[in-house]
């Protein structure tokens, strides 16, 4: 861990309520003209609302900044609110470490939303996100960690908070890279270390399916071990199983999966055994012919609803050769799949 990192403040603030509490304190920055050493902070709290857009890129002031307000009979709360004095409000939802949920958001929105006061909805997150912040409901305005970056470090070398929380930011984003970057490495133990995080999971899921049409996404065990998965056939839930690639670790390290899925099996547990075992076949066969570095492992059953069709343990498949086989030998399954009458989109 870097020198500047090991006695930053933010390296022992994980929770959400520390990173509210910063920017709550940013924010009420904004009225503070007559104390000199607060004009870094303003200028930072400027270019959030700025950032905003609309009339809250004008506030009134006095400004009221509030953390952790309750709404909605207290079952809800509103991270960061901002109130002008005449009543226009930045409802802004903060997240460290937790994914953002569009349900969630959607909710706030719905429960918030006025027709008689200016509101603005923002949502600020250190997450690494990628899979939903795209998809980040309307109206709200996502800030990712870029973004704060760009906020905060033209001023960072007004106040030591701001400072620290430049410094924490780049670091965060720049080991993210290291991962990513490591992910897709044959050097054993970086792959390892990477495919232990999500960032380096989704980093090699993407490049090894940028030619290949499906949806990428990710979560996490009940112990909190982290997967990554890339459905690249969605059945019709009747007669056909849902296709996906998973990424995923176990005690002999990471490891790369082809699995079949359906909840319940239809139109019985046989009939999805039978289409399992021609699953496992057709896949056996494209590996053979389309591979020939690729190390197949013993794919296994994971209960009734799922089952591994192929498997390849990354210790003896390294990424590079996954990345140069593995999508000739998909493509060559998935047009097998058509062929069977498998409802594939080539």
């Known amino acids: ?40 902070p303003q200028r930072v709290a400027s270019r959030f609302v700025n950032r905003t857009g609309g009339a809250a890129s004008t506030l009134h002031f006095p400004v009221t900044v509030q953390t952790e307000v309750s709404y909605r009979k207290r079952k809800d709360r509103i991270d960061i609110l901002v109130t ?19 349900s969630q958001l959607e909710r706030y929105y719905a429960t918030l939303k006025s027709k008689e006061e200016n509101q603005y909805f923002v949502i600020m997150s250190t997450a690494f996100d990628n899979d939903v912040k795209g998809s980040v409901p309307q109206p709200w305005k996502y800030l990712g960690i ?22 924490w930011l780049t670091y965060q984003r720049d ?36 030619s290949i049409p499906g949806h990428q996404y990710r979560g996490t065990n009940l112990d909190g071990t982290p997967w990554t998965q890339f459905r690249f056939l969605t059945g019709d839930d009747a007669t056909y199983d849902h296709l996906l690639l998973r990424i995923d670790s176990s005690s002999r390290g990471p490891y790369l999966s082809v699995k079949q899925y359906q909840k ?5 547990r046989l009939h999805k055994q039978q289409r399992r075992d021609s699953l496992r076949k057709w896949w056996s066969e ?14 296994s059953s994971r209960g ?17 050769m996954l ?24």
């Not at 870029?146 to 410094?167: A, E, T």
Request: with cysteine; charged share 25%.
């Open 1 to 40: 861990m870097p020198l500047d990192i090991r006695y930053n403040l933010f390296n022992f603030a994980p929770s959400e309520l520390s990173h509210s509490a910063f920017w709550a304190w940013v924010l009420q920055c904004l009225d503070a003209d007559s104390i000199s050493e607060l004009a870094g």
């Open 146 to 167: 870029d973004d704060l970056i760009d906020l905060v470090k033209p001023d960072q070398d007004s106040h030591p908070l701001l400072s620290d929380y430049v410094s």
């Open 286 to 299: 494209a590996v053979s012919q389309y591979s020939n570095g690729l190390i197949a492992g013993r794919p």
């Open 323 to 346: 990345q140069k086989e593995l999508p000739e030998v998909l493509k060559a399954f998935t047009s097998r799949l058509s062929k069977e009458g498998w409802p594939v989109s080539l």
């Open 175 to 210: 080991d993210r890279m290291t991962l990513c970057r490591d992910a897709l490495t044959d050097h054993p133990l970086k792959v390892q270390a990477a495919l232990k995080k999500p960032e380096g999971q989704w980093e090699l899921m993407r490049v090894l399916t940028s």
């Open 84 to 102: 002008d004095s005449s009543h226009t409000k930045i409802v802004i939802e903060n997240k460290v470490k937790a994914i953002p949920s569009r």
């Open 304 to 320: 009734v609803y799922e089952s591994e069709i192929g498997v390849f343990g990354i210790a003896e498949n390294a990424p590079t």
């Open 264 to 268: 319940p099996p239809k139109p019985s």
